[in-house]
DNA sequence: GTAGGACCTGACACCAATGTGAGGGGCAAG
DNA sequence: CTTGCCCCTCACATTGGTGTCAGGTCCTAC
């Protein structure tokens, strides 16, 4: 399979695809002339990344990551443990927006006393 | 008052002042060899647009509110309405990074059954 | 007048994933 | 062999507030 019809197949840009590859995420095997060779393993594997930026995780994150999914169970408490700081990475996002929000909540509330 | 000391008045850095008369926030005269000059009312012009930024807005959304902000009453409700997109703007926020977190959540009740 | 600190402008760096374009090679069908 | 599409690499743009140089100028105290 080549790249574009590895893009077609996951709804991803060929662009993004070759972004992945820089990062390490993929390793594509090339044919004589230098094209992109991928199995069709790769389906799963880039939906897997795709599931990974949809949990708000960053390619840095996914570095750490991707090498510990599939392993052997062994490890699974470490990759665990990884995730869980994730989730808390974004428990923390979500609570400064809140208190953003509050802050112009009180903002709103005190129109009209503004005099700058 | 020059700009070392309206920094060290509001904790600001020199940076951001000149980046805030960059976007138009702030206008000070100058002296005659071009040094920036502010009165003593730039404090508490400062600290408002702090709050702006605290409150989660960017450098667009405050060229738009700025001009509002103390001027007569018949705008109020027009700057109400620009705050309370800004809020909205905040919830949409929240409401993207929680849905992250639940597609991470199910990731991680689903490990262990990954194979690629 | 001189030292040293405060100030000036201009510009690059940061973070991250993707878009986009240039310039060129590969491949299959007619 | 040509046409046309797919692929290659390299590299710059995007977003935004701030840090941080570099190379000069200004001001104040001595």
């Given at each position: ?56 995780l ?52 005190e ?6």
């Amino acid at each position: 399979m080549r790249i574009g019809e590895l893009a077609s197949a996951t709804g991803v840009s060929v662009r993004s695809l070759r972004y992945y590859e820089n990062q390490g995420f993929l390793s594509p095997e090339r044919s004589v002339s230098g094209q992109r060779i991928y199995g069709p393993e790769s389906v799963q594997r880039v939906e897997l990344i795709q599931r990974l930026f949809d949990a708000g995780l960053c390619s840095k994150a996914m570095t750490d990551i991707l090498p510990f999914i599939a392993d052997p169970r062994p490890r699974a408490a470490a990759l665990e443990a990884r995730l869980l700081k994730e989730r808390e990475r974004l428990s923390n996002d979500i609570a400064k927006i809140e208190r953003s929000r509050e802050s112009l909540d009180q903002l709103i509330s005190e129109m009209g006393r503004f005099s700058t």
